[in-house]
C-alpha cells in the first residue's frame, strides 16, 4: 500500500505558466482534497471532492482547477502562475468525509513560482 | 480571530520534559478534534483524536474542554524524537469543514 502518492516533489515556474499537480490514493477512499501550506499558517483547503465525480470548493479555490478523474486520482491545475501560489501543496484522502475521519497525506509538492 | 489558534512557540524542552500545548476554536458547533504531528518537511499524521472523556496513548494524553473551547496536549518524558510541529485540528460537519492550527513547534534537546 502506497497510500497517497504525489508528483512531482519539487516545481519551479514561471509567472503565467501552467502546470498540473497529480495525487492518487490506493486506500479505496470516498474523497479527497487539495491542501496548501504557508508559513505561519495552517493548511487551507482549496477544493475537495466528496466522491467520484464531484468536486467543490474550499477556502482559497482562486486560481485554481480540479479535476476527480476516477475514485484514485484527483489534479489540482494551476492556469496561469502566480508568484502567490509558491507554497507547499498537501493531497490527502478521507475514507467517507465524514468529521471523525483521519486524513491521510500525500509527501507533498513545493512549488515556487518566480 | 483564527478559527483555531495555537501558540507558534517554539517550546525548547529537555529530554524527559513534561511539556503542553493548548489549543482554542471559535466554532461552538464543532464535532470532532484531533492533533497531527508534522515534521520538518514532511506530511502532517494523525497523531491521535481527542475526545470530551480525555484520552491517553502512551506519553500522550490528549484533552478536550467544550465550555472552554479548548483542547490541550501533554507529553510527558519528552523524547528527542517528538521534536516537530503539532497541529490542533478541529472538524465542523465533514472532511470538508476541517480546520488546521498553525501548528507549536517542539523542539527536544538532549
Known amino acids: 500500500n502506497a497510500g497517497v502518492t504525489q508528483t512531482p516533489k519539487f516545481q519551479v515556474l514561471k509567472t503565467g505558466q501552467s502546470m498540473t499537480l497529480q495525487c492518487a490514493q490506493d486506500m479505496n477512499h470516498n474523497s479527497m482534497y487539495w491542501y496548501r501550506q504557508d508559513p505561519g499558517m495552517g493548511l487551507r483547503l482549496i477544493y475537495y471532492?466528496?466522491?467520484?465525480?464531484?468536486?467543490d470548493k474550499g477556502e482559497v479555490p482562486n486560481g485554481y482547477n480540479v479535476s476527480r478523474l476516477n475514485k484514485r486520482e484527483f489534479s489540482l491545475r494551476l492556469e496561469s502562475a502566480a508568484p502567490s501560489q509558491t507554497s507547499v501543496y498537501f493531497c490527502?484522502?478521507?475514507?467517507?468525509?465524514?468529521?471523525?475521519?483521519?486524513?491521510?497525506f500525500g509527501p507533498g509538492t513545493r512549488l515556487t513560482v518566480l | 480571530r483564527k478559527e483555531v489558534e495555537q501558540d507558534p512557540g517554539p517550546f525548547n524542552v529537555p529530554e524527559g520534559a513534561t511539556v503542553a500545548f493548548n489549543c482554542t476554536y471559535s466554532?461552538?458547533?464543532?464535532?470532532?478534534f484531533f492533533w497531527y504531528r508534522q515534521d520538518c518537511r514532511k506530511e502532517p499524521k494523525l497523531l491521535m483524536s481527542v475526545y470530551s472523556s480525555g484520552n491517553e496513548d502512551g506519553r500522550f494524553t490528549a484533552q478536550l474542554n467544550r465550555a472552554s473551547q479548548y483542547i490541550s496536549l501533554l507529553i510527558r518524558d519528552s523524547k528527542l524524537s517528538d521534536s516537530a510541529t503539532y497541529l490542533c485540528?478541529?472538524?465542523?460537519?465533514?472532511?470538508?469543514?476541517?480546520?488546521f492550527g498553525a501548528g507549536t513547534r517542539l523542539f527536544v534537546k538532549a
Open positions: 466554532n461552538s458547533a464543532s464535532q470532532s
Open positions: 471532492s466528496a466522491s467520484e465525480g464531484t468536486t
Open positions: 490527502a484522502s478521507t475514507p467517507r468525509g465524514g468529521a471523525s475521519d483521519t486524513q491521510y
Open positions: 485540528v478541529v472538524n465542523g460537519n465533514g472532511g470538508f469543514k476541517t480546520i
